[in-house]
């Protein structure tokens, strides 16, 4: 059963690029998540989604991000115009609220931005 | 609104010594907790829950996890450490529903000597 994946694993982008972030879920879940690490600033939330619908986007920039999840394929998170400050790691995870709360999470998407 | 206190950044521990990682929560409703494990360069592996059933809750690769409501903790422990326990933890709250987001405390480093 594989797990949550992530790609690309490691993503670099000049300042003003666009950056896409993908994700599929588990099998058989229908819930996903993107959560940012920042070094100095831990794990945080960005946005829940379910197919087709954005559940809680109170955790993204107002600007340059958006995220989807389309009926068919993976989660996207797009960062538009990169800048330096959005050299992150991003992770996905997904859930199955009908079997339990707990949100199994991909290996990261490491970006940088030079 | 929920939050999530791990007090002190690092803890460093003998081979075969007691392991206490603690975790204080903050949250309107009642919570599910979790703790989560990270090593370097990887997503983060879910070690326990917490989601209102028994309050001793046990997880993978021996450890375990009490929920005290009274103290507002929910602080992870291993008998014995092993040296493959090094890693950063997390500790997390979060709601149901459109609540689900994973709110993160800052992560504890734990370092095992030999």
């Known amino acids: 059963n594989a797990g949550v994946m992530q790609n690309p694993r490691h993503l670099v982008r000049r300042r003003g690029q666009e950056a896409r972030l993908r994700c599929s879920p588990m099998?058989?879940?229908?819930?996903v998540y993107w959560y940012r690490q920042l070094p100095e600033e831990g794990l945080k939330f960005m946005v829940y989604l379910q197919k087709e619908n954005i559940i809680d986007e109170s955790g993204m920039p107002k600007e340059r991000f958006s995220a989807e999840f389309p009926k068919e394929g993976p989660s996207i998170l797009r960062i538009q115009q990169v800048v330096r400050g959005d050299s992150a790691a991003y992770f996905c995870a997904s859930s199955d609220p009908g079997t339990g709360a707990e949100q199994y999470f991909g290996p990261g998407t490491r970006l940088t931005v030079t | 609104a929920q939050s999530v206190t791990q007090l002190g950044s690092h803890v460093s521990v003998s081979e075969g010594a007691l392991v206490l990682l603690r975790c204080n929560y903050s949250s309107s409703v009642p919570p599910y907790l979790f703790w989560y494990v990270q090593y370097p360069n990887q997503g983060l592996q879910l070690l326990l829950k917490y989601t209102s059933a028994a309050t001793l809750v046990k997880g993978i690769n021996g450890f375990e996890a009490e929920f005290k409501k009274s103290e507002t903790s929910f602080h992870l422990t291993k008998p014995s450490a092993h040296m493959s326990d090094a890693a950063e933890y997390f500790c997390a709250v979060s709601g149901t529903g459109a609540n689900s987001k994973l709110t993160f405390g800052k992560g504890i480093t734990l370092s095992v000597r030999p």
């Open positions: 099998k058989g879940h229908s819930h």
